[in-house]
């Protein structure tokens, strides 16, 4: 397995990722992506461990991918479903946590419908001196961390299979389109891919794509080797801009359970304007792939026979790196508890 040093005992944003954090979680996943190619696919990294996953929103992909993710790692895993738990009996957020916590649990997994929950949790967990990692999994409209990662290791891997680097990523092109102001998966993307050195174009209606969002990463300036700030992010109302030209296209789900205004006048014709087509597609570079991460309105957001092509497509691989990513970030984050 590789070693790699790594100190981050949480992982709740990755506002503050530098570049050799980013390197280390793409060595370690290429390392687990070949531990997934065996036909023994476990190995006994955290055996003994506790691996909880504390969900308290729906999800199919992430919980199911941290789920087995944990597994491969030989962990012992605990799954809370809010629906059967002592929350709707009253029990608060916290209490529930400490519960997992007197349990022996080592690693909590957290994802809320509401920003700051695992910062929160994990700011318990320090208070007590528990020595539990907490993971971001989801939370509101403020980030998803292994998701963003997990869409690093595809860019780069689908550039140089075997040896990814982020350097690979530098003046690519990569083309956001959707529900920006709701979507978490954006907002860590842009944090990962223009600290990696790619040019990253947001594309939605103005309702969904507010010039405030701006302001977010205008307080952390990215420079250039000249020291000179470098603009890496750009908006646009329209989605002709976005795609000229771009290396990459990530079309984002519509979220319309968080919409809870009239945002758009109707899905026919947000597709109209911002669907991803075999037509559209003509304005990329030739050698184009495209990302969602799911889960997909098919025929609003992006085309079937684009989401099929497996020419074009790297959806099914996202899924698929999803696992060695995350198996990735719970071991870094397990050999962290083992050096503190």
């Not at 944990?70 to 809370?80: E, P, V, Y």
């Not at 405030?212 to 000179?228: C, H, R, T």
């Not at 991803?276 to 991460?293: E, F, G, N, S």
């Not at 691989?317 to 198996?327: D, E, L, Y």
Request: aromatic share 6%; with cysteine.
């Amino acid at each position: 397995m590789a070693e790699a040093a790594w100190n981050r005992h949480h992982i709740i944003s990755l506002e503050d990722f530098t570049p050799h954090d980013y390197e280390t979680v793409l060595k370690t996943t290429l390392s687990f992506r070949e531990v997934l190619s065996r036909r023994n696919k476990k190995v006994p990294t955290l055996q003994g461990r506790v691996v909880t996953n504390l969900f308290f929103e729906p999800s199919t992909r992430t919980r199911s991918s941290f789920e087995l993710a944990a597994k491969r790692l030989s962990a012992d895993t605990l799954n809370f479903s809010p629906s059967t738990s002592s929350l709707t009996k009253g029990e608060t957020i916290l209490d529930t946590a400490k519960t997992y916590l007197a349990m022996g649990t080592d690693l909590m997994v957290v994802r809320h419908s509401k920003a700051g929950v695992p910062a929160t949790i994990a700011q318990e967990m320090d208070r007590l001196k528990a020595g539990v990692g907490v993971l971001n999994a989801g939370d509101g409209q403020h980030e998803h961390p292994s998701q963003a990662l997990l869409d690093l290791f595809t860019l780069c891997t689908s550039l140089e299979s075997d040896t990814p680097t982020i350097d690979l990523l530098k003046g690519k092109k990569i083309a956001i389109v959707g529900d920006i102001l709701h979507s978490r998966v954006a907002r860590s993307n842009v944090w990962s891919l223009t600290a990696c050195g790619a040019e990253v174009h947001l594309a939605a209606p103005p309702t969904l794509l507010p010039k405030q969002l701006l302001a977010a990463f205008q307080n952390s300036p990215i420079e250039n080797g000249a020291g000179a700030p470098e603009r890496r992010l750009f908006l646009h109302w329209q989605l002709e801009p976005a795609l000229a030209g771009a290396d990459f296209i990530m079309a984002l789900r519509l979220q319309r359970e968080r919409m809870t205004q009239h945002l758009l006048p109707s899905l026919r014709e947000y597709h109209q304007r911002y669907g991803i087509t075999r037509d559209r597609i003509a304005r990329c570079q030739p050698t184009v792939k495209l990302l969602h991460p799911g889960p997909t309105n098919r025929g609003v957001e992006i085309t079937s026979d684009l989401m099929d092509d497996p020419e074009l497509s790297l959806v099914a691989k996202q899924v698929t790196n999803g696992v060695a990513t995350r198996m990735a970030l719970l071991y870094l984050m397990g050999q962290s508890q083992k050096s503190s």
